[in-house]
């Protein structure tokens, strides 16, 4: 007698697999993927776009049970709250009409959503019984980050055991799941300019010469996770450090 989940909302920092997570989902589930291009719905004649989301609505929901992957939620709604001066209305009475099914579907239509910038997303997506749940994507922790090393290896016909992983997981502090994977590629495509097969060392160069997100955004990663905590559930166990610290500003 329980009712079907409506779906979540998945925000982090960039390169992190939420759009991953989507995938995974649709896998596990065995249910077919759908992805939502919300920027494909706005057309040039008035009534146009509330007219082609409410048709993808409906094919939605005619092959439902489904998973319906809504990608970039807040750079597609962002201009939601200027609306009426800048279009119209027109993004406005779209989000109205996504945010009226998302409340009263019937159909089983599971929506996983993501975003980096939660700012400019407007609350009442963000209000229980539209979403079940907001979690939290952060920088993977030593033991993810081992996995995903793993991962690409292997996608790649390389035996893990033959790579100092835990010197690798050490020199990616830091990293996104998606940096770690540019890489692997990196040193892929230098040892095979020098002709040789892929070593540890070539792993480490590739890393020590990437500067990640994490340093390169410093101040907005920071600010993210101080926003999250406290707000939303962290979607895995978090890495030593990652808690947002108070600062006092001193002026001499």
């Known amino acids: 007698g329980l009712p079907s989940p409506k779906g979540v909302l998945l925000v982090g920092v960039q390169g992190c697999g939420k759009s991953l997570c989507a995938k995974a989902v649709s896998r596990m589930w065995n249910m077919p993927l759908l992805r939502f291009d919300v920027g494909r719905m706005f057309a040039s004649l008035v009534g146009s776009s509330e007219e082609n989301i409410r048709r993808a609505i ?123 994977e540019e890489a692997i590629i990196s040193s892929l495509y230098d040892v095979f300019y020098l002709n040789k097969e892929l070593e540890t060392a070539d792993v480490l160069k590739s890393i020590r010469e990437t500067v990640p997100l994490s340093r390169t955004m410093a101040e907005e990663v920071a600010a993210l996770r101080a926003w999250a905590d406290g707000r939303a559930r962290f979607a895995s166990k978090r890495a030593a450090g990652t808690a947002p610290e108070a600062r006092r500003k001193l002026e001499m």
Not at 148 to 177: C, N, Q, W, Y
């Open 58 to 180: 409906a094919i939605a929901e005619s092959i439902a049970p489904v998973v319906l992957w809504v990608d970039e939620i807040d750079k597609a709604f962002s201009g939601s709250q200027g609306s009426a001066q800048t279009d119209g209305g027109t993004t406005a009475r779209v989000m109205s009409t996504f945010l009226t099914w998302l409340s009263e579907k019937q159909k089983p239509v599971f929506v996983v959503a993501t975003a980096n910038n939660i700012s400019q997303l407007p609350p009442e997506l963000l209000r229980k019984g539209r979403l079940d749940e907001i979690f939290f994507v952060d920088l993977p922790n030593v033991e993810e980050r081992g996995q995903v090393f793993e991962i690409h290896l292997r996608k790649r016909s390389r035996d893990p055991a033959r790579f100092a992983t835990e010197e690798l997981v050490k020199a990616a502090d830091g990293f996104s799941g998606a940096e770690i």
